[in-house]
């Protein structure tokens, strides 16, 4: 890490801490999620969550948002987070319990919402022990490709966390109607956690 943006880290997680009671009030300050989504972006082109923490009350994520380069950096700014009692902190998106609804902003800027819970996968391992992942996505249908990319990242970052997309799989396909050769490969979304977890792609 570079001396600059070491001290902006330093910086960063003292502002953090000086913050941190007033994030977890049920209404949090507009001026305060402003601010932190500023110092959140002085630190490279991340985005950022707040939620319940797995084992501890909180969890704060700094998220490359994709980005395979910022995810080192990330994890490095995380590595730095101070211990605290209260919080967990991660440095890319992580699985959730959670029902596959979700919403999220189209590359023409509108709110869109979408349940994924009737989708299906194929997962396909390359020599390099990285994955092709072809998901069937019968909601997606008209959607521009790039939409598409983004519905199904958002997906595949809930279902088997952010990391393990951005490091194990190295194509994402976004299809109506399966191959014949895929049909008796294609499961449930609902499954892909558990598959993922007996194939060893999440440790």
Do not use: C
């Not at 790039?146 to 519905?151: F, G, M, Q, R, S």
């Amino acid at each position: 890490m570079e001396n600059d943006l070491k001290k902006k880290v330093v910086d960063f997680w003292n502002y953090f801490f000086l913050i941190e009671e007033k994030l977890t009030e049920t209404e949090i300050d507009e001026k305060i999620l402003d601010e932190l989504d500023s110092r959140v972006l002085a630190l490279g082109e991340f985005t950022w969550e707040i939620g319940p923490g797995k084992v501890k009350e909180y969890s704060f994520v700094i998220s490359p948002a994709g980005n395979k380069e910022l995810l080192t950096v990330s994890r490095e700014i995380i590595e730095s987070a101070p211990e605290n009692s209260k919080w967990e902190f991660y440095p890319a998106v992580q699985i959730k319990d959670w029902d596959f609804f979700f919403s999220f902003y189209s590359m023409n800027g509108d709110k869109i919402e979408l349940d994924a819970s009737g989708w299906e996968y194929v997962l396909l391992e390359y020599p390099d022990h990285t994955f092709e992942i072809i998901l069937k996505a019968e909601n997606l249908v008209g959607f521009s490709e790039d939409d598409k990319i983004i519905a199904s990242e958002i997906v595949l970052d809930g279902a088997i966390g952010e990391e393990v997309r951005i490091d194990k799989i190295s194509y994402i396909e976004v299809v109506d109607v399966f191959e014949s050769e895929y049909l008796k490969k294609a499961s449930s979304i609902r499954n892909i956690e558990k598959h993922s977890r007996k194939i060893g792609l999440i440790s």
